[in-house]
């Protein structure tokens, strides 16, 4: 909807000028009275090219069909701007942008915590959970967190990671091998790729 006000400069004409709030932001366009060109490459609302014309008479005939001037190409010689109701058109580039969100998938990055000396029944309880995980499509970090006197024997943790990538690798290829960083050794295992 157009909505115009009117202020009067003594022994002037009226100057029309439209309620626009600053629209310049990264995604969005310039309009009506943001475009500072003097001409512009005017193009009406059902992509006709109706010349080269000044800015200011661009803007009145948007007005006059209850429309916005768009520029939808500042960098042409003159830039192009296109009538259009500008309010419709963020609406459809925002629901496409939301389509092309959902379609998107997102990879989480989920921990396990393992220890050197693990029983048979967690390590299994722990292998089930990590492979629901990497069939959902999330990354994996398992990591083990050395006690006291364990960190003499690191070489069970790293045996009992192996084992778990092992368990794993229909599902998934080694991102990262096992690496101890002070206390704490952590690999990473990445879901495979769809081949279809």
Aim: proline share 4%; with cysteine.
């Amino acid at each position: 909807m157009c909505i115009r006000t009117f202020s009067f400069i003594p022994g002037g004409d009226p100057i029309i000028r439209r309620n626009s709030k600053k629209r310049q932001q990264k995604n969005e366009g310039i309009v009506n009275e943001d475009i500072r060109a003097r001409e512009v490459m005017a193009i009406d609302e059902n992509g006709e090219k109706l010349g080269e014309m000044n800015t200011d008479t661009a803007l009145e005939a948007a007005y006059d069909r209850d429309l916005d001037l768009v520029l939808v190409a500042p960098k042409a010689k003159p830039p192009v701007a296109r009538f259009m109701d500008y309010n419709k058109y963020r609406y459809e580039q925002q629901k496409k942008a939301k389509e092309a969100k959902k379609k998107q998938k997102v990879m989480q990055l989920k921990e396990l915590r393992l220890s050197p000396k693990i029983e048979k029944h967690d390590f299994d309880t722990k292998l089930r959970k990590g492979r629901e995980f990497l069939s959902k499509g999330d990354k994996l970090k398992i990591s083990i967190r050395f006690r006291g006197r364990e960190m003499a024997h690191t070489d069970q943790g790293r045996e009992v990671m192996e084992q778990f990538a092992e368990q794993c690798k229909d599902l998934a290829d080694i991102e990262s091998r096992p690496k101890q960083e002070g206390r704490v050794m952590a690999m990473t295992l990445l879901p495979k790729k769809d081949k279809n």
